[in-house]
């Protein structure tokens, strides 16, 4: 059985507020951040995932999510939810993808 990492953005369902991060067990980690065990997040609770990618390893994992925390990171996010919203105009949660 191979290793699966992943980094991902959540989207807070209340507020204009996307977190990013890496984990091996999305489902577990987003129960994580939505029982509030991040304290600096717990204000932007309930979250949803808004984006994933998956890695073979950690630190590809740890480097996409650094990436996603830079200038340029974010613009590709911005680009990515915002073609997510026309795919899906029912879903209006993302109708301003990171701000």
């Known amino acids: 059985m191979k290793d699966v990492f992943y980094t991902y953005v959540l989207k807070s369902k209340c507020h204009n507020y996307f977190y990013k991060g890496h984990c091996r067990d999305i489902q577990k980690r987003l129960i994580q951040h939505n029982s509030g065990m991040t304290v600096s997040i717990r204000p932007y609770i309930p979250f949803e995932i808004a ?7 950690q630190a590809e994992a740890i480097k996409r999510e650094k990436y996603f925390k ?5 613009k590709f996010l911005k680009k990515m939810l915002a073609s997510k919203v026309r795919d899906h105009p029912d879903d209006t949660s993302q109708t301003d993808p990171l701000g």
């Open 70 to 74: 830079s200038a340029g990171g974010r």
């Open 51 to 57: 984006y994933v990618e998956e890695f073979e390893t």
